[in-house]
């Protein structure tokens, strides 16, 4: 959606343009993500639209991304505007970590309210998990991995769909998180989720719309 209104000047148009594309696409990543933890930049902030698929938010993220790329990372791991503690999410996706038996998603206005990173929640919690949406802390995540105790990370978004984080890049150093084909829990959901699109298996929850 775009404004249209033939103007000039600095106000919200009155008139807007909404446009549906569908075409095939192929993978959007096409092998397990190298994040870098980002503590300088900024994409959104508390009182903004973070929460929304709004082109600003993506513009202030392609400088930094850049950077992050040229240092052999895929993407960043956005962080909170105020103290660079707590995690949003990636540059084009929401994240989701299994911490302990735990699966938890970082929740805040400033965070992309995913359609993906919801229907994992609810998919989580119908399969019986425990399943949290709330703040994680850097520290937490890293001092998890150190301990052995993340065994699940992962983007999740429309254009990713579910794709696994191999390696966290934090203050110089990287952290390895465990072999994909060792992860129960996004195996099992993007298994499911695809044998869902494709009309292989029943859809309980009216998710998907036949046209």
């Not at 959007?28 to 639209?49: D, I, S």
Request: proline share 4%.
């Amino acid at each position: 959606m775009f404004a249209t209104e033939a103007a000039l000047g600095v106000h919200p148009s009155a008139t807007y343009k909404f446009i549906i594309i569908t075409c095939p696409v192929g993978a959007y990543y096409n092998k397990p993500l190298k994040l870098k933890v980002e503590t300088h930049y900024t994409r959104a902030a508390q009182g903004g639209v973070g929460f929304s698929k709004n082109a600003g938010n993506y513009a202030l993220s392609l400088y930094p991304t850049r950077l992050a790329n040229d240092e052999g990372f895929d993407q960043l791991i956005w962080t909170d505007a105020k103290e660079h503690k707590y995690i949003e999410e990636a540059g084009t996706a929401n994240l989701v970590f299994r911490i302990g038996d735990t699966i938890i998603t970082p929740h805040d206005d400033t965070i992309l309210h995913g359609v993906t990173r919801r229907t994992i929640i609810e998919l989580a919690q119908h399969w019986g998990y425990k399943a949290e949406q709330r703040h994680v802390s850097v520290q937490e995540l890293i001092d998890g991995i150190k301990e052995g105790i993340v065994t699940d990370a992962f983007a999740a978004g429309t254009a990713a769909t579910l794709t696994p984080i191999s390696t966290i890049g934090f203050n110089g150093e990287l952290y390895e998180l465990p072999a994909v084909e060792n992860r129960e829990f996004s195996n099992k959901v993007l298994s499911y989720l695809n044998d869902l699109r494709y009309g292989k298996i029943e859809d309980p929850f009216g998710w998907n719309l036949i046209v």
